[in-house]
């Protein structure tokens, strides 16, 4: 990937492309760039005269997986996350989103991982008011990230069957902006796998997308699913769009917490551990 702004003069061009290979033209006035970052070709230059080096673009490291182009904007020497549902047959994927948010990722990512509001934001889908009591679990480090014990979760329909049951959510912290949980029906051994990722615009918008798995049919179709989806996510929106402070609080004695927040809590600390900055306070 090459940076989609260039110098020139004083400011910068900004430009979009389709291009996957070099050279890549600059629609504003014909430049050339090579996948290397280096500009190959000024048409306004006479014959014969170099280019300066000024000219050359930011280069970074890009890999496209599991439906989307992931960009390493640090080009550190560092693997892409593993994500098996999306290669394995036995699972069907569907990739929810675009969703545009006016806040900042780190509250985004937060309310993904709250479990304590799916029986109150969510009542008659992913939970109910009258089974709001969240059990004791766990929180777990381990190499590849943060993971969650299974957290029992009461809902009135969790499977389309109509039939009210308990079911297991496990959630999994894998990068500063991109989480995931894994909803379990032990009784027909069934899973559901949410792969949740932002990405930040500006300081003050974001851009949330989905990767849903299942290992069984859910009796929908792509776009019902999504259709879904987008119906939670409405719920959602509202909420982080209207929190204070709108940055994430690192200090844990700022916002009061639950025994049940644990998830949130190590993600807080994780972001802290790291040195994230990026809507943070």
Known sequence: MVRSTLPYFSGIIKFKTTVASAPIPIPDD????????ECSKIPQLPEGRAISKKAK???????????????????????????????????????CGP?????????????????????????????EQEHPVIEDYDIHGEEKGIRSSEIAIYQPDPDGSGEAKYVYYTYEIIRPLTVRFTKK???????MVILFTIL???????IAFGMLSFNYDSGQTNQEIIEFQNMIFSRDKPIVENQKPEELPLDLQVELSLKSDKVNIAYRQYLKKLGVTLGTA
């Open 30 to 37: 014909g430049w050339e760039y090579e996948t290397t970052g």
């Open 57 to 95: 673009a930011t280069k970074y490291a890009c890999i496209e997986r599991y439906g989307f182009i992931w960009i390493n904007l640090e080009n550190s020497d560092v693997d892409l996350f593993e994500y098996p549902e999306f290669d394995n047959e036995s699972f069907h994927s569907v990739v």
């Open 99 to 127: 969703q545009e948010v006016m806040a900042k990722p780190p509250r985004i990512i937060e309310n993904f991982l709250d479990v304590g509001h799916l029986s109150i934001v969510h009542e008659g889908f992913l939970g």
């Open 185 to 191: 029906d032990h009784e027909k051994n069934q899973e």
């Open 200 to 206: 930040p615009v500006t300081e003050e918008k974001s």
